[in-house]
């Protein structure tokens, strides 16, 4: 993924398209740090707890690399 905003996280976590997970924030189905999130452009720092409504609850852990193509590996877990 190229960037760690919260709209890039959740299209790859639901395998859709960045304009549906747009419209998961706007309808108030994504929660970060225990708060309904509003803005898509939050930049998601190490150790948030964010949860999507239908798909469970993570912590994003981080980035791990950059690849040559200057994207990013990043790490979050899953309660369960």
Avoid: C, H, P, W
Wanted: glycine share 4%; aromatic share 12%; proline share 0%.
């Amino acid at each position: 993924m190229s960037s760690t905003r919260i709209d890039s996280i959740v299209s790859s976590i639901i395998n859709s398209s960045r304009a549906k997970a747009i419209e998961k924030i706007k309808n108030k189905e994504v929660i970060v740090n225990y708060e309904v999130m509003s803005k898509n452009s939050y930049v998601l720092k190490q150790g948030d707890v964010f949860s999507i409504r239908r798909y469970g609850k993570y912590k994003f852990v981080g980035i791990i690399k950059n690849t040559k193509k200057n994207n990013f590996v990043v790490k979050y877990l899953k309660y369960l």
